[in-house]
């Protein structure tokens, strides 16, 4: 009984102590307007012209709460208690406020009534690159830079590069994105968005327009407003393009506003936040239609390229998905290969090491007609798997302007690796004579163990030579 009672007074001690613990961290609310929605007549702003240009107006917040979010109407958006909006366009412009608390938001709107176009405001040279001014009756009209790399692209709101994601040219093809028409038309600063029924949209964001909720990027049926405007404005030393009425350039992420980071009378660089993810911020490559890029070709040359993967290199690989150490104790001095020191080669286990290669990308087109066979020693242990793929040794000669593209218009050796040659050291030619009048090349890559191979492996190599 004695020891009953000891442990019931202690354990409802110690239920006492997580109360008071758990009292004493609670929050004291010292400020109201935190904790408390405000009322609909509470939410109130103020709309003043400024001294110099009747066209800007300071808004300014009179409502209790802690963030201010501003809808200026004509596309662009703010947030702060005193905030400046630009009119260049004579008209009727809905402001809306919309005042966050701990206890929900609540908006309000007033219209802002500019009586004239102020030309002034239109004189920056980012409204004639894109519009082709007021002569041009038509506008310009972009479209997506499919061809290049980062035509798409991501990276941390934090950066103005996409760090995380860069699209490969044409990768993606028929998902609706680019058959898109974007026209910018000085003329009331009409924004013509021409979708041709679909519009590919950010799988986070893609619900705002019916699309599905998922985790891929679909590509949704959807008819674009016809009555939105544009605008170039200036903020902290940067420009941005504004849409009005929800308006956006081709890829759907829920916003309005895009940062202008180049622009010439052909191409612009474009970046942009994401609604539905504030830590990212994605970007765009666009180019005038019809404007097609003028092909700098590298020059043709002779390659004469050699590494013992020990000391003496003329160039440097890439090693992509793989494992590469250089130098490398040699496995088995035989005969063929006495070397002290090879190249070390592992393939990774998973989808991305079937496809592990090193690579090299040359300032030069390999002259084939001169030289055009590439010769190198592999090492075979008979340890690795190829119950699933037969052992190979390819090399692969691509365009590397093609992007992720290159292996559609490769020529690519393939030498299989018999079990009598496992554990030893084999000397192997690919000849590229047959392909010498081919001036398209670049790129050399280099596969051990065989594509496609879903386990592991090591192997060596040494002595590469293209000469």
Same mark, same amino acid.
């Given at each position: 009984m004695k020891l009953n009672y000891i442990i019931k007074q202690s354990a409802g001690f110690f239920a006492l102590l997580i109360l008071l613990s758990f009292t004493a961290c609670k929050k004291e609310n010292t400020n109201k307007d935190l904790g408390a929605m405000p009322t609909a007549d509470q939410v109130k702003f103020s709309v003043t012209p400024t001294a110099t240009n009747a066209n800007i107006v300071t808004l300014v917040n009179q409502s209790p709460g802690f963030k201010a979010l501003w809808d200026f109407g004509n596309g662009a958006t703010a947030d702060g208690n005193t905030v400046n909006a630009a009119y260049p366009l004579a008209g009727t412009y809905t402001v809306k406020l919309t005042i966050v608390t701990d206890g929900g938001s609540v908006s309000s709107t007033k219209s802002v009534v500019i009586a004239a176009t102020n030309p002034a405001m239109l004189t920056d040279p980012a409204f004639t690159t894109l519009s082709g001014g007021l002569s041009n009756a038509t506008g310009f009209t972009w479209v997506i830079d499919q061809t290049q790399p980062g035509h798409l692209g991501v990276g941390p709101s934090t950066s103005?590069?996409?760090?995380? =994601?860069?699209?490969?040219?044409?990768?993606?093809?028929?998902?609706?994105?680019?058959?898109?028409?974007?026209?910018?038309?000085?003329?009331?600063?009409?924004?013509?968005?021409?979708?041709?029924?679909?519009?590919?949209? +950010?799988?986070?964001?893609?619900?705002?327009?019916?699309?599905?909720?998922?985790?891929?990027?679909?590509?949704?049926?959807?008819?674009?407003?016809?009555?939105?405007?544009?605008?170039?404005?200036?903020?902290?030393?940067?420009?941005?393009i504004t849409i009005s009425g929800?308006?956006?350039?081709?890829?759907?992420?829920?916003?309005?506003?895009?940062?202008?980071?180049?622009? +010439?009378?052909?191409?612009?660089?474009?970046?942009?936040?994401?609604?539905?993810?504030?830590?990212?911020?994605?970007?765009?490559?666009?180019?005038?239609?019809? =404007?097609?890029?003028?092909?700098?070709?590298?020059?043709?040359?002779?390659?004469?390229?050699?590494?013992?993967?020990?000391?003496?290199?003329?160039?440097?690989?890439?090693?992509?998905?793989?494992?590469?150490?250089?130098?490398?104790? +040699?496995?088995?001095?035989?005969?063929?290969?006495?070397?002290?020191?090879?190249?070390?080669?592992?393939?990774?286990?998973?989808?991305?090491?079937?496809?592990?290669?090193?690579?090299?990308?040359?300032p030069y087109r390999f002259d084939l007609s001169t030289k055009n066979k590439i010769r190198l020693k592999v090492f075979f242990p008979s340890g690795n798997d190829f119950t699933k793929v037969a052992p190979t040794v390819s090399v692969k000669l691509q365009n590397s302007l093609l992007g992720g593209n290159a292996y559609t218009t490769q020529a690519e050796i393939v030498k299989p690796i018999t079990a009598l040659q496992y554990n030893t050291w084999i000397q192997l030619e690919f000849d590229y004579s047959g392909i010498s009048a081919q001036t398209v090349f670049d790129k050399i890559v280099v596969q051990l163990g065989g594509e496609g191979h879903p386990n592991p492996g090591i192997f060596y190599l040494d002595d590469f030579e293209f000469k």
């Open positions: 103005q590069t996409p760090d995380w =994601y860069q699209a490969g040219p044409d990768e993606k093809n028929g998902l609706g994105f680019y058959d898109d028409e974007m026209t910018f038309n000085m003329n009331a600063l009409k924004y013509t968005y021409k979708n041709n029924g679909t519009t590919f949209a +950010n799988a986070s964001n893609a619900t705002a327009i019916g699309g599905p909720a998922g985790s891929s990027d679909p590509t949704v049926n959807y008819t674009p407003p016809t009555n939105l405007t544009w605008l170039v404005t200036e903020s902290n030393g940067a420009k941005y929800g308006g956006f350039i081709s890829y759907y992420l829920g916003v309005s506003q895009y940062q202008i980071l180049s622009l +010439n009378d052909n191409e612009m660089w474009l970046r942009c936040l994401d609604k539905a993810n504030a830590g990212n911020a994605w970007y765009l490559k666009l180019i005038k239609k019809g =404007y097609v890029r003028p092909i700098v070709q590298k020059p043709l040359q002779a390659a004469n390229l050699t590494d013992d993967f020990q000391a003496t290199a003329n160039f440097t690989w890439t090693a992509e998905n793989i494992d590469f150490t250089k130098p490398y104790d +040699n496995p088995a001095k035989f005969p063929v290969n006495t070397s002290t020191k090879v190249g070390y080669y592992e393939k990774r286990t998973g989808g991305d090491g079937q496809y592990g290669n090193l690579n090299v990308t040359f």
